[in-house]
């Protein structure tokens, strides 16, 4: 088993490079590490839209390829982030604001809300922003029905209690 993080970071890197060489785009593919996590970032060219996909589907898609092609070769580093002319990045920050309301919204009320379905990259921002502003969050359902329930801490302790008295 290969178990530098740095040849694992090498491989991700070449290994979409050539993919991306398939659709005729030769680029140089940025490439680094986030604890254990191998960040690629595709820079901006003709082919964003296309790279991209509808709302997102292809840059998972070339992601999930990275991540298989990672495994098969043994490599212990296998988590990957691709993204393609920032759009993840840009994605993320967007919702961050978003969230910030839905945050505001709780505090104030203190009244738990359920958030619309989203994938487990977006649930992630959503978690660390409620975990910033001091209230908990947790994931409810199954496949592409999974949410996030936000929060205040008293809330939380309040439905923990109750669902021990309910046993």
Same mark, same amino acid.
């Given at each position: 088993m290969n178990e530098s993080m740095d040849e694992a970071v090498l491989y991700a890197k070449k290994y979409l490079e050539d993919l991306l060489s398939f659709f005729g785009l030769n680029t140089d593919v940025h490439a680094s590490n986030d604890e254990e996590v191998i960040q690629l970032a595709v820079p901006s060219t003709y082919? *964003?839209?296309f790279l991209i996909g509808q709302r997102g589907d292809t840059v998972r898609s070339l992601q999930f390829l990275v991540m298989s092609a990672l495994k098969n070769k043994g490599y212990r580093y !296998?988590? @990957? *982030? @691709?993204d393609v002319a920032d759009y993840k990045k840009q994605r993320a920050d967007r919702l961050r604001e978003k969230a910030e309301a839905w945050v505001k919204k709780v505090r104030d009320s203190s009244e738990p809300m359920d958030l619309q379905p989203m994938n487990a990259a977006d649930r992630r921002v959503v978690h660390q922003l409620a975990a910033e502003y =001091?209230? !908990? /969050?947790? /994931?409810? =359902?199954e496949g592409r029905d999974r949410h996030i329930v936000l929060k205040t801490p008293q809330e939380e302790a309040t439905s923990s209690d109750e669902s021990l008295s309910k046993d």
């Open positions: 082919l *964003n839209a !296998s988590r @990957v *982030n @691709v =001091g209230l !908990s /969050s947790e /994931s409810a =359902g």
